[in-house]
Structure formats: structure tokens, C-alpha cells
């Protein structure tokens, strides 16, 4: 059986946390799929499409991965899609109860489908997409926050958002 890993988020925008559980997780997996969520509640710096983009140039020395983008619950792309493995990353112990609840969640929604949660490595512990959107807001370092292919095109992102 081909061992098929979901890796399910915002992406808004990748930061290296994700590269390195991308990376880590490509090597235990056939083939891992990188799933952009198009939420209709959160509101988004980049389109999906945008992220996806930003994603697949940052990543594309991996054969095993591809990008997507899917709008729906996760289990349902996940039987769609023949896959059997959610992936999340844990950094520190806020992650856990929100993982947890989601785990549940989809665990009951579809009993065939595990999560795994891998750990992020101390180096990346405190990295989010949050709050490098922070640092970039205020003109901070984005080097090695984020990939380097992402930093220009954050800051002009924010550069195009009207200030009120
Ligand atoms: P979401 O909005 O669904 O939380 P994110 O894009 O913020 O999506 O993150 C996707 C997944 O990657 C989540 O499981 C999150 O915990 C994990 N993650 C985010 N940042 C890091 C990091 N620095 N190290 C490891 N995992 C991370």
C-alpha cells in the first residue's frame, strides 16, 4: 500500500517550521501532500492560490510532495484522495489541545484516518505564520523565519494592504 500523508493548513505564508516538517515527513511517507486550506471563517494575507505557489517554488527538490487546495473537511479529501494519514506539526503546549480536538474530531467523522503529530524541532518552536507576519509588518529581519524566495514577496504584500 502506498503510505500517502496529508499535511493540512494555512500556509499564510510558509515559514521554515513548515520546510523542515515537510522535509521530515517526505521521507517517511510514499508520497505527501501539502493541502492549502481554503477557509471560508479565516481571512487570509494570501489567496490559496498564492500560497500554493509560494509553497511549490520553496519546495520543489522534493519529488514526493505535491501542493493542493481544498476547501471542505479534511477527511473527505483525504477519502477522495486515497489517503490515510493526517500530519500536523506540534510546537509548544498550546498546539496540544487544538490538535487534540481536531484528532477527535476527525477521528469520529472518519474512524480509517489517523493523525500524527510530529514535533517541530526547538530551533523552530516559536515560529509561526502569525507571527512572522508581525515581524515583517514592523520592518523586522525575515531571514530565516521564512524560506528566502518568500521574504520579497510577503513584504510586498503587506506593502499593497491599504493603512487605516
Ligand atoms: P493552521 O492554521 O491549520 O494551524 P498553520 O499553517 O498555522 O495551519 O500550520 C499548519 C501545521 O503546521 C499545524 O499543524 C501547525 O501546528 C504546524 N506548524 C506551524 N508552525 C510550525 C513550526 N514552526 N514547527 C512545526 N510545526 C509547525
Known sequence: ?????????????????????????SRVFDEVIVLVAQSSQKSSLFPAEERKTLIEKT?????????????G???????????????RGLRAVVDFEYEMTMSSVNQKLA???ETMLVFARPEFYYISSRGVKEVALNGGALQ???????????KQKLASIPKN
Not at 502506498?2 to 499535511?7: E, F, L
Not at 505564508?13 to 522535509?23: A, F, K, L, M, R
Not at 477519502?79 to 493526517?86: C, D, E, G, L, S
Open 59 to 71: 519546495l520543489s527538490h522534493i519529488p514526493n510532495m505535491r501542493v493542493d487546495i481544498f476547501g
Open 1 to 25: 500500500m502506498r503510505r500517502v500523508a496529508v499535511y493540512p493548513g494555512s500556509f499564510d505564508p510558509i515559514t521554515v517550521g513548515h520546510v523542515d516538517i515537510i522535509t521530515r515527513i
Open 144 to 154: 530565516g523565519l521564512v524560506p528566502d524566495n518568500v521574504i520579497e514577496p510577503l
Open 73 to 87: 473537511l479534511t477527511v473527505d479529501y483525504m477519502r477522495k484522495n486515497n489517503a490515510h494519514v493526517i500530519v
Open 111 to 113: 474512524p480509517d484516518i
